[in-house]
């Protein structure tokens, strides 16, 4: 008895006291506890800020990057231009300082500082960031301080693939311009390449697709059942549209040659002819090259109006309205023997809607803004988002359909003239260009290889700006 009321009466003690120990330590736990979580907190957030931060100075490369490059294909563009090096760097310095802005100013920044150095040789892009820490804050680290350098090399000759489809108006009135082409695109890679290494550029392998086209509501025959139709000798004349396949050079300067002096201008009924299906027809082509790899470039030549979507009139389908040379000319077949008798007998309404159920391409797109997204959709792979990069020239001769008059869709004798030409001239990507009436067929040629070598240079610009290291 005297032992277990020993051991209970220690027991209790022992009780008593551990009780009186944790009353008197209490606290010691709630500070040790309240600083653990404070060094664990602190830790999480170093750790998930060293994360964020690896990711900003990526995105801090990136940039340095993109502007070292822009910078460097600045001088490298205008190393023939004649300015002093003096002013060409400080052009440069401004180019790679404009490219860097949107990043500068973002909101996950406290700013920065952009030092660029402008050699013979190459540009130095620095950067020195105060990047906004997440969570570091709560231990008052204000700012996540990074800097990363960039050196691109203007020396460096760049070489990039051009894909180009030239889209020409084979109407009777584009008798010139159609024997431009004829004469002169034998000797199209040399004058490209000569174009292009006056300004830097070196390009790499030239492709070139020819699109002719006319008029779906009268030049047609019924053989013809395909935008790659072969051609038929006594043909050429009237049918719809023509497109090749792409043409390597010079490797294929002779097939190419042979193509192109098989068409002859002639048709087109009324004024307004298929220039919206004709670009459709070189964009749907599946043998372009990948447009983050090549500079592909569209040039459409025309002294007409475009056909609005789904216009099925046509004046000359009129019994006496036909042209007068329809039957008379040996080098036109009879509409009995392009279609066949029963198009004859019909009435001027049954044999606009007979063209149009039967050789409208039935795939194109039904209203403007469909047609718009699949252009768009074409052209950001060629610029990246960059802005001022062209892949269509539409260069209308005879009348000013640029969009320096804004399209109005209510301006009956700008729409009789341009059709909508001016609002094509609005979207990105696409320019339109007044050529002269009566321009020489030399200067329609220069024009044509200027225009490729701008949109190659455009290009190149947002190409290079899509490099990452």
């Given at each position: 008895?005297?032992?277990?009321?020993?051991?209970?009466?220690?027991?209790?003690?022992?009780?008593?006291?551990?009780?009186?120990?944790?009353?008197?330590?209490?606290?010691?736990?709630?500070?040790?506890?309240?600083?653990?979580?404070?060094?664990?907190?602190?830790?999480?957030?170093?750790?998930?800020?060293?994360?964020?931060?690896?990711?900003?100075?990526?995105?801090?490369?990136?940039?340095?990057?993109?502007?070292?490059?822009?910078?460097?294909?600045?001088?490298?563009?205008?190393?023939?231009?004649?300015?002093?090096?003096?002013?060409?760097?400080?052009?440069?310095e401004t180019v790679a300082n404009a490219s860097l802005e949107n990043f500068?100013?973002?909101?996950?920044?406290?700013?920065?500082?952009?030092?660029?150095?402008?050699?013979?040789?190459?540009?130095?892009?620095?950067?020195?960031?105060?990047?906004?820490?997440?969570?570091?804050?709560?231990?008052?680290?204000k700012n996540l301080d990074h800097a990363v350098i960039s050196v691109a090399?203007?020396?460096?000759?760049?070489?990039?693939?051009?894909?180009?489809?030239?889209?020409?108006?084979?109407?009777?009135?584009?008798?010139?311009?159609?024997?431009?082409?004829?004469?002169?695109?034998?000797?199209?890679?040399?004058?490209?390449?000569?174009?292009?290494?006056?300004?830097?550029?070196?390009?790499?392998?030239?492709?070139?697709?020819?699109?002719?086209?006319?008029?779906?509501?009268?030049?047609?025959?019924?053989?013809?059942?395909?935008?790659?139709?072969?051609?038929?000798?006594?043909?050429?004349?009237?049918?719809?549209?023509?497109?090749?396949?792409?043409?390597?050079?010079?490797?294929?300067?002779?097939?190419?040659?042979?193509?192109?002096?098989?068409?002859?201008?002639?048709?087109?009924?009324?004024?307004?002819?298929?220039?919206?299906?004709?670009?459709?027809?070189?964009?749907?082509?599946?043998?372009?090259?990948?447009?983050?790899?090549?500079?592909?470039?569209?040039?459409?030549?025309?002294?007409?109006?475009?056909?609005?979507?789904?216009?099925?009139?046509?004046?000359?389908?009129?019994?006496?309205?036909?042209?007068?040379?329809?039957?008379?000319?040996?080098?036109?077949?009879?509409?009995?023997?392009?279609?066949?008798?029963?198009?004859?007998?019909?009435?001027?309404?049954?044999?606009?809607?007979?063209?149009?159920?039967?050789?409208?391409?039935?795939?194109?797109?039904?209203?403007?803004?469909?047609?718009?997204?699949?252009?768009?959709?074409?052209?950001?792979?060629?610029?990246?988002?960059?802005?001022?990069?062209?892949?269509?020239?539409?260069?209308?001769?005879?009348?000013?359909?640029?969009?320096?008059?804004?399209?109005?869709?209510?301006?009956?004798?700008?729409?009789?003239?341009?059709?909508?030409?001016?609002?094509?001239?609005?979207?990105?990507?696409?320019?339109?260009v007044n050529a002269a009436a009566g321009i020489s067929q030399i200067e329609?040629?220069?024009?044509?290889?200027?225009?490729?070598?701008?949109?190659?240079?455009?290009?190149?610009?947002?190409?290079?700006?899509?490099?990452?290291?």
């Amino acid at each position: 008895m005297t032992y277990h009321q020993s051991f209970f009466t220690n027991y209790l003690n022992i009780g008593t006291a551990a009780e009186k120990y944790y009353r008197n330590t209490k606290g010691n736990f709630s500070i040790i506890l309240a600083l653990s979580l404070t060094v664990l907190l602190a830790g999480a957030a170093v750790a998930v800020d060293i994360s964020s931060l690896v990711a900003m100075k990526s995105r801090a490369q990136d940039n340095s990057d993109i502007a070292a490059l822009a910078a460097a294909k600045y001088m490298s563009v205008t190393a023939t231009s004649g300015v002093s090096f003096g002013e060409r760097k400080k052009e440069a310095e401004t180019v790679a300082n404009a490219s860097l802005e949107n990043f500068l100013t973002s909101d996950k920044h406290n700013g920065g500082t952009v030092d660029v150095k402008v050699t013979t040789d190459d540009v130095t892009v620095s950067l020195a960031m105060k990047a906004n820490p997440i969570l570091s804050q709560v231990i008052g680290r204000k700012n996540l301080d990074h800097a990363v350098i960039s050196v691109a090399t203007t020396a460096q000759a760049i070489s990039r693939d051009v894909d180009l489809a030239l889209i020409t108006d084979a109407t009777g009135s584009m008798f010139s311009t159609l024997t431009s082409v004829q004469t002169n695109m034998k000797d199209f890679t040399s004058d490209l390449k000569n174009v292009l290494e006056a300004r830097g550029i070196t390009p790499g392998v030239v492709r070139i697709k020819f699109i002719f086209f006319r008029d779906y509501m009268f030049d047609n025959h019924q053989a013809w059942v395909d935008h790659k139709m072969p051609l038929q000798s006594g043909l050429e004349t009237y049918g719809a549209l023509y497109s090749s396949d792409f043409f390597t050079l010079p490797d294929d300067a002779l097939d190419m040659e042979q193509y192109i002096d098989y068409v002859q201008p002639g048709g087109g009924g009324d004024t307004p002819e298929n220039g919206l299906e004709a670009i459709w027809h070189a964009i749907d082509d599946n043998d372009w090259k990948n447009g983050s790899d090549t500079v592909r470039a569209m040039v459409l030549w025309t002294d007409a109006p475009n056909s609005s979507i789904g216009d099925n009139t046509d004046q000359y389908l009129a019994a006496d309205s036909f042209y007068p040379d329809i039957t008379t000319d040996p080098t036109y077949l009879g509409w009995d023997q392009i279609i066949g008798p029963h198009f004859v007998a019909m009435n001027v309404a049954a044999r606009e809607q007979y063209m149009f159920d039967n050789y409208y391409p039935i795939n194109f797109p039904k209203t403007m803004s469909d047609f718009k997204a699949i252009f768009g959709n074409f052209h950001e792979e060629n610029a990246n988002n960059t802005s001022d990069v062209k892949t269509l020239t539409i260069n209308r001769i005879g009348s000013d359909c640029s969009s320096s008059t804004p399209y109005d869709a209510s301006d009956a004798v700008r729409i009789t003239s341009c059709g909508e030409w001016p609002l094509l001239d609005s979207w990105d990507g696409v320019e339109v260009v007044n050529a002269a009436a009566g321009i020489s067929q030399i200067e329609i040629y220069d024009n044509i290889v200027n225009q490729v070598a701008d949109t190659v240079e455009a290009q190149l610009v947002a190409k290079d700006l899509a490099i990452k290291y």
